[in-house]
Each structure stands twice: as structure tokens, then as C-alpha cells.
């Protein structure tokens, strides 16, 4: 009788331990950025992946194709966007294929594909690389774009350091960083994606003004060999840099509320038609239109090759400088989500306003730092792009559908998957090495915070 009391008591007690956990859980969960608001509507995820993925890369992609030349440039162009619309697809069907649970981060999926410590490990540092990569490249993009408005308006007037302009930009980003979520900054995401279409479009239609130029070449511009491989390795990190947002697809869909009779892939799934339908208007008219006017002598940023006319240009430098903004944010949250998880349940820091205004400033100054120390921007694009942007974008999803899904051999779902696998571990191998080279050759003529 008294070992009955006694167990009875055991349970209680082991209940109510269970009970206050999950109630810790849950508190943090409601502080957390990824988590805390679940009633975004499905066109959010349109302009989310929209401003996630029309980044800055879109400029460089003519450039990308004078290195590539017309048949393999449009062929990878095209394969990319094909592929990386099927591993979003894979990734948003794999978010609730666990009853009654949500993969709501990048890493949870591949804790469940792989284990819980092999999963973090494979995931979390690819997923860094890429989200402080693609911040600190739009830490220069912003600043650089910056520039070139001061410099196109105040014509003649004395130069202005680089460092000063990506400063400058940096402020805007110590401010909005405070915003908790996702959603709160939706409306920032939204001015984001109505600006990228617009300065890809002002991109495509200048270049039809002003013409195909008169003596214009389609051939390569290096005079080695040595030099049209390496610039073709780069172009490849350039093109895998503009199909960069899958990094963020699990964290924005989780953002969307769901029930067992409405899951949210439906919702996602839709806001992700539109968001590649708007891609594919942004990046195929900007690369052949770009490319097929200014030929080999196009520069890595279409918009340096368009100087006139003057205001249009400043507008488009103004939308890229606002879209920047925008994606800046939307990588920064995931990263700030990650920043807070560990802050909160591993170091036992109380959930609180302070925390987060500490560790978001923090993590824009030091973005800011590395933008202003190594701003060569279409090295650092091929080397970013190459390395940490084909896994995650291009074959980590396809390995995790292997993992979890076991297709049989052979099977259409089988080949699908591992010729992915094998054109990503390709990319991820080939286009580093290129950016890689073109970092060491603008080092050599650089001065540090010129």
C-alpha cells in the first residue's frame, strides 16, 4: 500500500516536471523569432522567398554569362532554376512529414535526416557560412550601391571612402534589427521583392535602350586558357549565389499557420509558384539581354556598364540599396533565432529585451567590420557562393529525402535526387576555386579601408 502512495507520488512528480519543461519550452518558443508568430498569410511567403532570392547576384549574372558564353550560360541558367525549384519543393513537403510536429529550422530537418548531433554538425555550419555570407556581401553591396548614387549626383565633388557609405548602411541595419520576427518585418520583405523586380527590370530595359553596342564580342575575355577555366569556375559560384534561398524556406514557412485538414504546405506552396515564376522574370531577361548587349566588356555589376541615363541608374542603385535592406533582415533572422536558442537554453540567460538588443547589435557590427576589412565584391560572391550555397541549395535536401524517404533504386525519384547530388557536389567543388583566385588578384592592388 505505502509503495503504491509512493509511486503515485513519483508520477505526480514526474508529470509535473514534464509539465513545467514543457512550459519553459513553450515560453521560450513564444520569445524566439522563428516561432513566436504562426498567422502569416500565403502571399507572405511569396515576397519572403522573392526578397530571399532575387539578391544583389541578379546584377553579376550578365557578367557570369561572358564567362560562361552563350550555350553553357543559358544551359546553367536554366538547369539551376529547375533544380533548386525542386529541392524548395522537397524541403517544404519534408517541413510536417513528422505527425503532429514542425520542422521549423533548417538544422531540425537535418537533425531528423541525420541525428540529433551529426544533423546540427552537418547543417548548422553550412548554414552560417551562408546567411553571415550572403549579410556581409549585402553589407558591401549596400555600401558600394551607396557610392554610386554620391557619385553619380555629386559629380566632380571629392570622393568619399567606400568604408564611410557601408557604414552609413550599416546604421539603417542597427536599427531594424530590433524587429522580434518574422512577420514584423514583413513589410520590409515586401518593399524588398517590389524593389528587386524593379531594378532588375530598369537593368533589361536600359540595356535594350541603349542598344547592342557596336563592336561588341561574345568570345572569352581571358587571353589563357588558365584564365577562361578559372573565370568559368566563378561564373558557376555567381549563378549558384543567385538561387540562395533555401537557407531560409523552413524558418519562413514556419511562420504560416497549420492545421492536420490545413497544412501549411499549401499555403507555402503557392506563395513559392509565385516567388520562382518572379525570379525567372528577374534573372533570364537581365543575363541575355545584358549579356547580348555589352558581350565580354560587361561589368560584374550590369548597372556600373549602364551610366546613362544618370536619374535612372541613381533609381536603380535607390531600389537596390532598399532591397538589400530588406534581405539583409530576412538572413539575419534565422541567425538572430540561432544567437537567442543558444543564449537562452544552453548559457540559462533570462529571455529579455536586453539580451537581444546586446547580441543583434553585436552580430550587425561585426557584419559591418568584415564588409568594410574585404570588400571585393564578385570574388567574394564565386567563393561564398560555391562553397556553403550548392549544399544547402542544391544537394543537402535531395541527400535528406534520400535519408528519410528511401526511393527505390533506380526509381525516377532515386536518379532524380542523385544527378542533383552530383551536378551540386560539382558546383560546390569547381566555383570556390575560381573566387578564390579572383579575392587573391583584387588583394594584390587593395589598401585596406581605401
Sequence with gaps: ????????????????????????????????????????????????????????????????????????????????????????????????????????????????????????????PQQLICEVGVDIVYMVTGGKSLQKIHDLVCNGRKPI?????????????????HLPNFNSISGVSLAAAVMSLSYSTIAWSASVHKGKQPNVEYGYK?????????????????????????????????????????????????????????VALCYFPVALVGYYVFGNIVEDNILISL????????????????????????????????IETVMVTKLHFKPSGLLRFITRNLYVAFTMFVAITFPFFGGLLGFFGGFAFAPTTYFLPCIMWLAIYKPKKFSLSWCTNWICIILGLLLMILSPIGGLRNIIKSAKHYKFYS
Design 1 to 124: 500500500m505505502g509503495d503504491q502512495v509512493q509511486t503515485g507520488g513519483q508520477e505526480e512528480h514526474v508529470s509535473h516536471d514534464v509539465d513545467e519543461k514543457l512550459k519553459k519550452q513553450k515560453a521560450i518558443d513564444d520569445w524566439l523569432p522563428i516561432t513566436s508568430s504562426r498567422n502569416a498569410k500565403w502571399w507572405y511567403s511569396a515576397f519572403h522567398n522573392v526578397t530571399a532570392m532575387v539578391g544583389a547576384g541578379v546584377l553579376s549574372l550578365p557578367y557570369a554569362m561572358s564567362n560562361l558564353g552563350w550555350g553553357p550560360g543559358v544551359v546553367i541558367l536554366i538547369l539551376s532554376w529547375t533544380i533548386t525549384f525542386y529541392t524548395l519543393w522537397q524541403m517544404v513537403e519534408m517541413h510536417e512529414m513528422v505527425p503532429g510536429k514542425r520542422l521549423d529550422r533548417y538544422h531540425e530537418l537535418g537533425q531528423h535526416a541525420f541525428g540529433e548531433k551529426l544533423g546540427l554538425y552537418i547543417v548548422v
Design 161 to 177: 571612402k567606400t568604408t564611410y557609405f557601408i557604414m552609413i548602411f550599416a546604421s539603417v541595419h542597427f536599427v531594424l534589427a
Design 222 to 278: 581571358a587571353t589563357t586558357t588558365s584564365g577562361t577555366v578559372f573565370d568559368f569556375f566563378t561564373a558557376l559560384g555567381d549563378v549558384a549565389f543567385a538561387y540562395a534561398g533555401h537557407n531560409v524556406v523552413l524558418e519562413i514557412q514556419a511562420t504560416i499557420p497549420s492545421t492536420p485538414e490545413k497544412p501549411s504546405k499549401g499555403p507555402m506552396w503557392r506563395g513559392v509558384v509565385i516567388a520562382y515564376i518572379v
Design 307 to 338: 551610366d546613362k541615363p544618370t536619374w535612372l541608374i541613381v533609381a536603380a542603385n535607390m531600389f537596390v540599396v532598399v532591397h538589400v535592406i530588406g534581405s539583409y533582415q530576412l538572413y539575419a533572422m534565422p541567425v538572430f533565432d540561432m
